[in-house]
């Protein structure tokens, strides 16, 4: 479904004079559906892979001078569609393209932002270096995993929430005792904005330890659940681990119903075995990353955020204020 977010200044003018839209292979149909909604035809592009795996890309119309936007997502596979975007972005510069902005729903390596030991990279800053390097003019992200990716980078970036769009379907549950619950300390601020934007509903908090990548041990709730609705928000699921952990301590300390919501449904390894087999009646996320076929669920709610980006499109390309979608 297309969330019909309340926006308090629509673009009124012909925002498509001078401006294309182009998608890379990751996320096909939500690039579709930010065409639809911007009345605009996605353009041509040529993208197949040489016997030997490597990429070829053609622009097969003329962008010379144009404003142009590349919507791709950095998801599973992430190098392959990393690669694809950085070969596309090498394409639009030698086409002379006018202006090149880089729309990633989703950016992968964004959980790679410090180094947490010792000879660790920072992936999230050189993948930044390597999309400026590339060709890129400005980039448009969706939710990141911390707001200090904008700061990797030294060209614009347009920080949009998937906010607008999992509220609107958590208005419309029954909310009277409802409890906004972040997953970990990092997602207090995160959980309090749901909280404030749901006529300031009290949150919680869940104390966890990670042991390792994709570990997490559940210590205990900070906060009043019992006999409540209590509402998980994080920005992405990967393996539901901690989701499963947490939501099955919500349980144990008396939450009479669980939902979870998240932008980014990465869902990888087992993720939907562990869903299923948890407390959580419904797991709502957007469609930043596409669900395969393997990964569907009764318990899934995938919302589309597409007129998010296509008003951001519009705007960016209008020279009009992004942040007031959010005000």
């Not at 950016?107 to 660790?120: I, L, M, N, S």
């Not at 970036?157 to 609107?168: K, R």
């Not at 006529?199 to 559940?218: F, G, L, M, W």
């Not at 659940?225 to 099955?248: C, H, P, W, Y």
């Amino acid at each position: 479904m297309v969330a019909q977010i309340p926006l308090k200044n629509r673009v009124q003018q012909d925002y498509r004079t001078g401006v294309k839209l182009f998608s890379g292979t990751a996320n096909p149909e939500l690039a579709r559906e930010v065409a639809q909604y911007l009345d605009m035809e996605l353009g041509q592009l040529k993208i197949t892979p040489f016997s030997d795996g490597e990429i070829y890309v053609q622009i097969q119309e003329s962008v010379r001078g144009v404003d142009c936007f590349l919507i791709q997502s950095t998801c599973s596979p992430v190098n392959e569609n990393l690669m694809e975007l950085l070969i596309l972005l090498d394409a639009f510069k030698r086409a002379s393209a006018g202006r090149i902005t880089v729309v990633l729903p989703y950016f992968g390596y964004g959980r790679q932002d410090r180094k947490a030991a010792g000879r660790e990279a920072i992936t999230a800053k050189l993948v930044a270096d390597l999309l400026t390097t590339a060709g890129a003019n400005r980039v448009v992200c969706l939710d990141l995993h911390a707001p200090q990716i904008m700061g990797f980078f030294n060209i614009l970036v347009d920080h949009l929430y998937a906010s607008p769009v999992l509220l609107e379907y958590i208005n419309g549950l029954p909310l009277s005792d409802a409890v906004l619950v972040s997953p970990d300390v990092g997602g207090v601020a995160r959980a309090r904005a749901f909280a404030k934007k749901l006529d300031d509903a009290p949150i919680a908090i869940i104390d966890k330890r990670r042991s390792q990548h994709n570990v997490a041990e559940v210590m205990s709730v900070v906060g009043d659940v019992r006999g409540k609705l209590a509402i998980m928000v994080d920005d992405m699921v990967d393996t539901a681990g901690t989701l499963v952990k947490g939501a099955e301590l919500l349980k144990r300390e008396g939450a009479d119903r669980i939902i979870a919501c998240a932008s980014h449904a990465v869902l990888s390894g087992p993720a939907i075995e562990r869903l299923e087999a948890s407390p959580i009646e419904k797991l709502i996320v957007t469609n930043s990353i596409p669900l395969d076929p393997s990964k569907q669920s009764d318990k899934i709610v995938q919302l589309s955020v597409a007129r998010l980006l296509g008003e951001a499109i519009a705007r960016i390309h209008d020279d009009s204020s992004v942040s007031e979608l959010f005000e």
